[in-house]
């Protein structure tokens, strides 16, 4: 006799919906343990039935154990990540700090009574990175225009 493909869709009459999740339940948690044994991994189910009981399984120790053991893993990954992200974004971040501190020490310098106090070079530096903000601006500004042009 062959069994026939089971569409994937809540049961509707409560027996035997009651009878699936019970014969599916123990399935799970059947393979759960043979993948314990098999393999030596320490595995957890937890499953909440439509009443709300509880049906757990922790193959190694006690369900506990292994949730604080799950949550330091994700807890150290995370912390991973985040170092990871800001080793890779740490050089475009100094570089952006950097040159919004020449621009800000250039304005200062204007504004506070000249740029008397600022080397030759600083002012060359200075004098490039403003130039490189106003062609910046320009093309913005044009690409606005550009995008209000066309709309209208």
């Known amino acids: 006799m062959v069994r026939g493909k089971v569409r994937m869709r809540r049961i509707e009459d409560l ?6 999740f019970c014969k599916r339940r123990e399935g799970l948690l059947k393979k759960a343990r043979e993948l314990s044994v098999l393999c030596d991994a320490e595995v ?38 985040r170092a990871l992200q800001s080793q890779v974004a740490e050089p475009g ?3 952006v700090r950097e040159e919004m501190d020449q621009l800000q020490q250039g304005l200062r310098s204007m504004y506070g009574g000249g ?7 600083k002012l060359h530096t200075l004098e490039k990175s403003l130039e ?10 044009v690409g606005h225009l550009f995008c209000t042009f066309l709309l209208f």
Not at 132 to 141: A, G, N, P, V
């Open 93 to 95: 971040i100094f570089l």
């Open 15 to 20: 027996a035997h919906r009651r009878v699936t």
């Open 132 to 141: 490189l903000w106003i062609c910046q601006m320009r093309s913005t500004k």
């Open 44 to 81: 957890g189910v937890i499953i909440f039935s439509s009443q709300g009981k509880l049906h757990e399984l922790a193959t190694n120790g006690n369900m506990q154990s292994l949730v604080k053991r799950y949550q330091g893993d994700v807890v150290e990954s995370q912390m991973q990540n």
């Open 115 to 121: 740029a008397g106090d600022m080397t030759l070079d």
